[in-house]
Structure formats: C-alpha cells, structure tokens
C-alpha cells in the first residue's frame, strides 16, 4: 500500500513538472512530500490557471483527465482499504473459530482422559468382583459336596 503511494506521489510529481513547463511556472515538485500534497497544488494550480484567463484549452482538458485520474485512483485506494479491512474481518473470524476448535478439541481430550481412567477404574473392580464370584461359587460347591456327603453317610 505505502509503495503505492509513493508511486502515485511520483507519478504525480512528474506530472507537476511537465505541467509547470507548459504553464510557464518555475516551481520545485520535489518539494511536495505526499500524494496528498500534489493533489493540493494541482488542484491550486487549475485555480490559479482558471483565474489568468488563459487560452490553452488542451492544457486546461489535461488538467481536468489528470483531476478524472485522481479521482479514479482515490476510488481505487477506497476499494482497496474496503477490500483490506474486509480481510482483516475474515482473518479475525477464523482466528476465532480456530481458538474456538481448539479449545472444544481439548475439552473433548480432557473428557477421553476421564472416561478412561473410569473404564480402567470399573473393570479393576469388576475383576474383583469376578474373583469374589469365583471364590463364592467354590464355597457353594465345597458345601454342597459337604451337605452330599452328609446324606450319604
């Protein structure tokens, strides 16, 4: 964008020179230090040359393309900060949705870790349990072998 700028600041600068030349007028363009600037003095120059009633219609018809350009390149420097700040938006948007999934991805990871150390948690007590069944159903067994003896006898 500044080397856009300085391109049309010289461009413009140029442009004063050629037409101080036709105009007859000594003066220094490199003096101007902005776009701004030689917009100013072009547009203080048409002024000025209006006002001497002068009859060169073609440097007069160059002027008014040169104001026709400037407008242009004013509309274009508007379209290019629209389009600017439009991305700036977009790229601030998805940031957020980045951030957004980010942090719903670690939430998720967090409730892995949870559920898993759950799952190890209930099978280790299932396991238990299973060892408990097992030592129950042989007590059963024993005492039913036991109860069976007993009637025999």
Partial sequence: M???KIATRDY???FITKA???AGVTYNASKL????????YLLNLIK????????????????????????????GNKRL???????ITQAKEAGKIKKDDEEE??????????????????????????KFNTFLSFVIVLEALSIAMLIWK
């Avoid at 230090?33 to 100013?40: A, L, R, T, V, Y």
């Avoid at 900060?81 to 991305?87: H, L, N, P, V």
């Avoid at 990871?109 to 238990?128: A, G, I, L, M, P």
């Fill in 81 to 87: 900060e629209s389009e600017k700040m439009f991305y």
């Fill in 33 to 40: 230090n902005s776009k701004e600037e030689c917009e100013e």
């Fill in 2 to 4: 500044v080397t856009k």
């Fill in 20 to 22: 101080n030349k036709e």
């Fill in 48 to 75: 000025n040359l209006r006002h001497k009633k002068q009859d060169n219609k073609a440097y007069v018809k160059e002027i008014e393309s040169l104001k026709e350009e400037i407008e242009i390149l004013n509309t």
């Fill in 105 to 130: 991805i670690e939430y998720f990871k967090n409730r892995t870790r949870f559920w898993h150390k759950s799952y190890r948690e209930e099978t280790e007590k299932n396991n238990v349990i299973k």
């Fill in 12 to 14: 413009l600068r140029a």
